[in-house]
C-alpha cells in the first residue's frame, strides 16, 4: 500500500537542473533508500518533500493528499519528519528541550491556556515529557538528557536529531545521510535502531545513505539517482548490479 | 551541596525546583510586600520605578533573549503604552480596562511591526527597529490633537480598588501586583509549547519549520508578547511620570532597556529584576558618585551615558552572562564549595563564524 | 535653480553620509562586526583636528594629516582593547558593545574639549564660487572631491593589494583563515585604522560645513540608512546609498511637508529592509541545508 508517492517531479536552480522527471513511489512500512554520487539531487529531493524548495513540476502525494504546495509547518502536521545532512539543531538548548520541540506537533492547547498555565497544559506537557522520555530510552541518550547540545560529540548530535524527529511520532521519516561522520561501531547500532524504529514504531523510511553496507542490511527497496535523473529502483542487491548504476559511481 | 532527587516529571515542570528555593522567595516576597510599612515615600518611588523598569524589561527580553530578535527601538512601545493609557483614562475607562486597554493596544502594534519585518534578521532587524521608533517619535509630535504633541500631554488621577494612585503607597503596591503577575505569565509561556517554539525559531528557522513550527505566527506573537508587556509597563510609567511628552522616550531610553537586559543577565527572567534593580540604582549611584568627584568631572556633558556605555562594554567583556550569571557563579561556588572549579564556567576560544548565510 | 541648488547641497551631505557608511562596511566586511560608533569616531577625528589646527595653530593640511595619524592609532587601540575580546561573540552582543562605545566616546569629547559646539578654521571656509546664477559653497565642492579622492584611493588599495580577499576570509571563517596563513588580528587592526581615518577625512570635510560638537556623531544613524541601501557589502555601494539618502532628504525637504525631511533617512531605511534587505548592490546567500 503505497504511502508517498513523487511523480515525474523536477526543479532547477539558475541552469542547473537539479532533479529531473523523478517519480517513485514508497509503500506504507517500509524503508526505502536513495543513492547516488554527491550532487544526483538526493537531497533536494528531501527539500523538495519537506517544501524548503518549491517544485517546478510534478506532483507529491502522502496517504493520498497533494502536498506539492503545503506551507513548511504543514508538512510536519501530516506527519513528515525529517533529519538534516549538517544536524540542525537548537543549539542553545538542552537535548531535552529539543525533544520536547520535536512533539510540537501534538499541542492541543492554546496561548491563553498556556499563559494561565490551566491543568490541560499541566497535563500536555506531562505527556510531551513521557515521549520525549521513550525516545530517550529507544535510543539510550539518558547520559546526555539535560546537555546543552552546545558541547556534544557529533555522533550523538546526529541521535538526537533522529530523535527529536521520532519525537513528532511520525508517519513517514526522512533520514539525511544518517552514517555520515559516524564510526563503524556506530553506524551497526544505527542500523539496529532502523530496525527497530520500522518494524517496532511502524514508521515508513525514507533514507539518503552512501553506506552501501547499510543500505543493503537495512533497506528493502533502493532508488539509484545520477545528476538529478533516475536511474533505476529495486531491491539492493538488483541496484548495487544494474550497469547503469555501476556506471554512474565507476565510469566507463 | 544540594542534591535534588527528582522522582516525577511534574518536578521538572513546576515553577520552583526545591523547597529551599520556595522558602526564599517566599521571604522575598514578605519582604517587598511588607516594605511600605519601613521605608519613607522616596524609597517607594524608586522601588515602583524599578518593578515598572522589569515588567517593561520582561517584554523585550521575550524578544531578544528568548526570540532572539533585536530591539533597539523598544522605548517606543513604552511610549504607546503610556500615550495609550492617559488617552484613554481622558476617556472616562475606569482604571483596571485601560490598563488592558493599553497594553492590548500596544500588543496590537507589535504584531502589526511585526509583519514587514518577518523576513528581517540581526542587524537588519535592529535597524529597522530603530527606524520604527524614530517614526514613532515623530507621530507622537504631530499628532497633536490625541498626545498634545510637544506641549505634552497629562495624565488623569484615577484610583484602584478605592485606594487613589496618586499615593506612593497604593502604586507601590499596584506595580508590585502587575510584576508578581508578568513574571508568572512570562515563566508559564517559557515553560510551555509557545516559550519553546519561540526558542526554536531562534536558534533554527529550517528545522523549527520542520517541526511544525508556523514561523511567522511564532515571530508575530514574540512581537505582540513583548510590545504587550512593554506597554503594559508604559502604561504604569504613565502614571509614575505624571506628564507625557516625547521626549521621555528618546533612543537613550531604548538602550537603556537593552542595557538593562544585557547587564541583568540575557535568557533568563531573574536577568531582567536584576537588571531592573541595577538600572534604578544606577541614576543614584551616579548623584552619590557625582558629590565625592571634582566638579571638573561631574559637569562633563553626557557623563550619565557614558558610565551607561562603559558598564555595558565592561559587563559583554568580561561577564557576557550578566548579573544573574554572575550571582550563579557565586551560588554555585558556596554550594559546592570547596570542590568549585572556576574551569566549570570556563569560555571556550571562539572563532568567528559568519552569520550572513541564514 | 532652487533644484540645483538642492542636487549640490544632497550630494555633498550624501557624500559625508556616505564616507561614514564607507567605515561602516569596511569594518563589516572585515569582521562582520557593526561599528554603531562610526559617527563618534568622526566626531572625535574633527576635535582632534581641531586641537592641531585651531588650538596649536598647525597649518591646515598638516594638521589634518596630524589628525589622520592619530584617529588611526585610537582605532587600533580600540580595536585592540574592546573588539578583539569580543570575537566570537555573537553579533549583537558586539552591536551593543559598539554602541557602548558611542556613548563613552561622547563622554570622552565631551570631558576634553567641552559641550559647545566649535568651529573648524579651515582656508576655504565660507568662500563661495559663483556659476551664472549658482552659488557654490566650496566646502561643497571640497567634500565631494575629497570623497571622490579617498574612494580612488581605497579602490586602488584593494585593487592592487590581497588585503580585499584577505578581509572576507577572515570575515568568512576565521579559523580557516588562520590556517592558511592570514594574520587575522592585523587586519582587523589595519582595518579599524582605516575605517577611523575614513571618519576622519568625514568629520575634517564636513566641519566647515556643520560646526563640531559630541553630538555631531548621530549622523551616524542616517549613514546606517545608506550603509544598508547600498548594500551592507558594497563599498561603492556605501557611497551611492549615501548619496541617495543625502539626496532624498533635500527633496523632501522641498517638496514635503516639514518634519518628513528628518524623517526621509528612516523611511528609506525601511522601504529598503522591507523590500530589498540585500541593498542596492549586495546580494545575500542563503544557507543549504
Known sequence: MSLFQAEHIAVSFGGVKAVQDVSFTVHSGEVFSIVGPNGAGKTTIFNLISRIHDVDAGRLLFDGDDITRLPRHGVAERGIARTFQNTELFDGETVLNNLLIGCHVHRRTGLLAELAFLPSVRRQELGFRRTAEEVIDLLKLQHYRDHLIAGLPYGVRKLVEVARALCMRPRLLLLDEPSSGLNPEETEDLGFWLDDINAELGITVIMVEHDMGLVSRASHRVMALADGALLTIGTPAEVQRHPDVLRAYLGD | MRFIRKTRYAQDIALFRHNGQRFWYALLGVLVVAAPLALDDFYLGEMAQVYIYAIAGIGLMILVGYTGLVSLGHAAFLAIGAYAQAWLLTRGWPFPLALGGAALLTAATGAAVALPVMRMTGIYLAVATLAFAVIVEQVIVHWASVTGGFSGMLVPGADFAGMDLASPRAFYWLCLGVLAAALLLAANLLRSPSGRALVAVRDSEVSAASMGIHLIRTKTLAFGLSAGFTGLGGALFAHKIGYLAPDAFTLQLSIMLLLMVVVGGLGSLHGVVFGAVFIGLLPQGLALLRDTVPPAVAQIPGLEPGVFGAILVLVLIYEPQGMYGRWCKIRAYFSEFPLYRRATYKRQKRYLRTERLQ | ?289
Open chain 3, 1 to 289: 535653480m532652487d533644484v540645483l541648488q538642492l542636487l549640490i547641497s544632497g550630494i555633498s551631505q550624501g557624500c559625508v553620509y556616505g564616507l561614514i557608511a564607507l567605515g561602516f562596511v569596511l569594518i563589516y566586511k572585515a569582521t562582520e562586526m557593526v561599528n554603531f560608533a562610526q559617527g563618534e569616531m568622526m566626531m572625535l577625528g574633527a576635535f582632534v583636528a581641531i586641537t592641531f589646527i585651531n588650538v596649536l595653530g598647525w597649518p591646515f593640511l598638516p594638521g589634518v594629516l596630524a589628525a589622520l595619524a592619530v584617529m588611526a592609532v585610537v582605532g587600533m587601540v580600540l580595536e585592540r582593547l574592546l573588539l578583539r575580546p569580543m570575537i566570537g561573540e555573537p553579533h549583537f552582543a558586539v552591536l551593543m558593545l559598539t554602541i557602548g562605545l558611542g556613548f563613552i566616546l561622547r563622554a570622552v569629547a565631551g570631558a576634553i574639549w567641552g559641550g559647545s559646539p566649535r568651529a573648524l578654521d579651515s582656508p576655504y571656509a565660507g568662500k563661495v564660487w559663483q556659476f551664472g546664477e549658482l552659488v557654490v559653497g566650496a566646502e561643497s565642492v571640497f567634500i565631494v572631491a575629497g570623497t571622490a579622492l579617498l574612494c580612488l584611493g581605497l579602490y586602488l588599495f584593494f585593487r592592487f593589494s590581497r588585503l580585499g580577499i584577505a578581509m572576507q576570509a577572515a570575515s568568512q571563517n576565521q579559523l580557516a583563515a588562520y590556517y592558511v596563513g592570514i594574520p587575522v588580528k592585523r587586519i582587523y587592526a589595519l582595518v579599524w585604522a582605516l575605517s577611523a581615518v575614513i571618519a576622519t577625512c568625514a568629520g575634517v570635510l564636513t566641519a566647515p560645513v556643520s560646526l563640531v560638537d559630541p553630538l555631531m556623531g548621530l549622523i551616524g544613524i542616517k549613514a546606517f540608512a545608506a550603509a544598508i541601501v547600498g548594500g551592507f557589502g558594497s563599498l561603492p555601494g556605501a557611497i551611492i546609498g549615501g548619496l541617495v539618502v543625502g539626496l532624498a532628504e533635500q527633496f523632501a525637504g522641498l517638496y514635503l511637508p516639514p518634519g518628513f525631511a528628518d524623517m526621509s533617512a528612516y523611511v528609506i531605511l525601511l522601504v529598503m529592509l522591507v523590500v530589498r534587505p540585500q541593498g542596492l548592490f549586495a546580494s545575500m546567500q542563503h544557507k543549504k541545508v
